[in-house]
């Protein structure tokens, strides 16, 4: 079974701090992605990244960067949290054969709560 | 941006009960995917139906298609307190492989018992 794993459950930071948010997998997924949820918002995509050292902007990038150093791992940071950026952030990951064809996997989530 | 667009928003029924969600997206689409989440858990991917394809059926799910009213519907028949959770579908864009998908807002599913 593929597995996400997402480096915390929950987490509290204050405004003004760098967040890193670790996403693992381990299927050997070539893509991957970051998410925000928020209620009544659904999923919003963040940023992608189809390769290692490979990104592309999602649709709500502002504020945030990602890195990719390694195939495994996809890795979004908050330059500077600020309180709109709480929100619940999910991690996924999809093979490249099929692209869009394939399932998404997901981490269980990262519940962000700036203050 | 999102596309997909869910009906109803909220959801309760006994279980026993069938119960039926509705998407409707707005572009051309390679397939359209139902994922359920948990209460403050990841998503988990139910089912996935080709733009080919009409209906798909798994276990207790049935998922419908309708390419021309670009519309989909899923189906929980014989319902149970556990499929309490939310139910998101998701397309994937009729151009380009990315694997990018796009995430309707959900139905929330309360199955009492």
């Known amino acids: ?15 003004g701090e760098k967040v890193f948010l670790e996403c693992v ?52 940071i908050l330059e500077s949290a600020s309180t709109n950026q709480t929100s619940m952030y999910l991690c996924a990951s999809t093979r490249v054969p099929g692209g869009q064809r394939e399932t998404q996997y997901f981490g269980p989530g990262t519940r962000l709560l700036v203050l | 941006s999102q596309q997909g667009e869910e009906d109803p928003q909220a959801l309760s029924i006994q279980e026993g009960e069938n119960a039926t969600m509705n998407c409707s997206y707005k572009t051309s689409i390679n397939n359209l995917q139902w994922y359920r989440q948990n209460s403050g858990r990841g998503l988990v991917h139910l089912i996935l139906i080709r733009s ?19 519309s989909s519907s899923l189906l929980i028949t014989a ?16 151009s380009g492989n990315t694997g990018k998908l796009i995430f309707g807002q959900g139905t929330t599913l309360q199955v009492k018992p």
């Open chain 2, 52 to 70: 080919n394809e009409r209906e798909k059926h798994s276990g207790r799910l049935r998922v419908t298609l309708d390419t021309s009213k670009k």
């Open chain 2, 79 to 94: 319902s149970r307190a556990a499929d309490t959770a939310s139910y998101f579908c998701a397309t994937g864009p009729g």
């Open chain 1, 1 to 15: 079974d593929v597995k996400v794993t997402q480096s915390s459950r929950y987490l509290v930071k204050r405004t």
């Open chain 1, 25 to 76: 997998q381990d299927m050997d997924h070539e893509n991957m992605f970051w998410y925000r949820q928020d209620p009544g918002l659904g999923l919003r995509l963040i940023y992608f990244s189809y390769d290692v050292k490979m990104k592309e902007k999602g649709d709500i990038p502002e504020g945030y960067s990602v890195s990719r150093e390694k195939k495994e791992r996809f890795s979004l």
